[in-house]
């Protein structure tokens, strides 16, 4: 009869992500693992399999965060468009209270050219706030909203890749003034 786990899985899942968040996933040992999760070698690989099948049950966690964020975020604007503001000021918001690099974006420069089943997974969740935002925004100009001649797909994309930048020009600059006048640029961008 199996031993049933005497550890919440979800729990140990989220330190674990902390940890790669932290350190990034060439940085973070098995030996890193053990530590920090206080489990042991054999409880890691047949819960969450080796360090690369955790690290992506870890990034995939953090992605499902960050969708329900911008999902929950949007649902307090009044308007499509006011959606879209408050989704990005969400996002800026956890930025800084957070005060580290967003883990898709870490893991962006890392991974993202190396690992086909990371770059998967972030091929995808760019994919998806794509859509959220296009759908956003077409909601927006078939309400007078947004004028007629921006294209919600283009705009989405800008906002989604403009994403990255407000990460790099915070890790850079390091002023919260400054990423806030970014940030309200690219609004001002989203409206004219």
Known sequence: MPRSKEFDYDQKLEIARNLFWEKGYHATSMNDLVDTLKLNRS????????????????????????????KEAGKKGKSPLEAVHLIIKSVVKNMILEAKTCMSVKTTVELGKTDEETQALLNQQAKDSVILFSGLLQQAKEQGELAENKDPETIAHFIVASFSSLWNADIIFKDKKLTQKLTDHLISTINT
């Open 43 to 70: 409880s890691i690989y047949d819960t969450y399999g080796n360090k690369h099948s955790l690290f992506i049950k870890c990034l995939s966690s953090y992605i499902l965060k960050k969708e329900n964020q911008y």
